[in-house]
């Protein structure tokens, strides 16, 4: 769509494109900030059940940081593609245990082409059915999960981070590139320096229970912000065809919420805006809304936007029809 860069040329005249260095800077100094607290009330906090406490608020800090690492890969933090991706291995490498290059692969894949199967990694995950075709296909254990999926579904969210430290190990031992070194190195530097934190702020056994409530918890909360991204969007099959922004538009959903709890999102929330401007630093992105959605009314294009419990009811009552569907090809 040759208009797309017309769009685009009036945002970026509108400086939204531009680099956001004041707001990252107040962002990273929160985070940091937090974390630090966190950590160091591991050794100041009068028994484990506060120490549980600590876990979940060490579970927003962990997923906030995942979401900064998000803006750091994709280029939006700095004019410097070296120090987002500085920014992005100290996030998730060293931070998190989660590699970027993996991320930037895993994640530009799906950026190019969003919920295509065969095309997009996020659109077959086997276990779930996201449309009434997958469900035909799905027998056996997939079939299984697929057919019980909203039941299932917060126990694959609680799996999720676990997930994500398995396919960066995996990448890492695939991959032939001096980049893999490094990243091998801060990523097994993030679970020596963590467990070793946490046995010697709590012992050996409560720290490893420890461990796993900020791994589950932030793992439902990441799931919350990406499941209403492109769950029951339309789903196209590896050999439908469609132009760039009739894609990235119409297999993307916004959210509306407060403006108060927009930081929770991380910028998420305007899903269609960030699909259009990958790079754009997501403060920005309520800014180029009005105008996106001018240029999806000019060109007939479907402008998806609801409410956070209208989208969650919206998937839930799709992904129970489609659970319905499972072995019925």
């Known amino acids: 769509m040759s208009s797309y860069s017309e769009l685009k040329a009036a945002i970026r005249a509108e400086g939204l494109l531009e680099k956001q260095p004041w707001y990252y800077a107040r962002t990273m100094l929160a985070l940091f900030g937090l974390l630090s607290i966190s950590l160091g009330a591991l050794f100041m906090l009068p028994g484990f059940p506060l120490q549980l406490i600590n876990a979940a608020l060490l579970a927003f800090v962990f997923a906030q940081l995942g979401l900064l690492g998000h803006d750091a890969g994709h280029d939006q933090v700095f004019a410097s593609r070296r120090w987002n991706t500085f920014l992005g291995r100290l996030c998730g490498n060293l931070l998190l ?44 254990f997939g079939g299984w999960c697929s057919r019980h999926q909203l039941l299932l579904t917060p126990l694959f969210a609680s799996l999720q981070v676990f997930e994500l430290h398995r396919y960066t190990v995996g990448f890492l031992l695939r991959r032939r590139s001096r980049s893999r070194y490094v990243e091998g190195f801060l990523v097994a530097s993030h679970f020596v320096l963590y467990l070793g934190l946490l046995s010697m702020a709590l012992g050996v056994p409560r720290g490893l229970l420890f461990a796993i409530v900020p791994t589950v918890v932030s793992g439902w909360y990441l799931n919350v912000i990406f ?21 990235q538009v119409t297999t993307s959903r916004n959210v509306r919420v407060p403006g108060f709890l927009a ?24 800014r180029a809304q009005a105008a996106t959605k001018t240029f999806c009314a000019q060109h007939g294009l479907a402008y998806r936007e609801s409410g956070f419990a209208e989208t969650y009811l919206e998937i839930f009552t799709h992904m129970w029809r489609v659970s319905r569907l499972v072995g019925t090809g």
Do not use: C, K
């Open 97 to 140: 245990g989660m590699g970027l290059d993996w991320w930037r692969e895993h994640h530009n894949a799906h950026h190019a082409r969003p919920n295509q199967e065969g095309r997009d990694p996020d659109a077959d995950l086997g276990v779930l059915a996201l449309s009434p075709e997958q469900a035909a296909r799905r027998y056996g």
């Open 227 to 247: 499941g209403t991204n492109h769950t029951a969007m339309p789903l196209l099959s590896q050999s439908q065809r469609m132009g760039f922004v009739e894609q």
């Open 263 to 286: 930081f929770l999102f991380g910028g998420l929330d305007l899903q269609i805006e960030h699909h259009l401007f990958p790079t754009m630093p997501r403060n920005q992105m309520r």
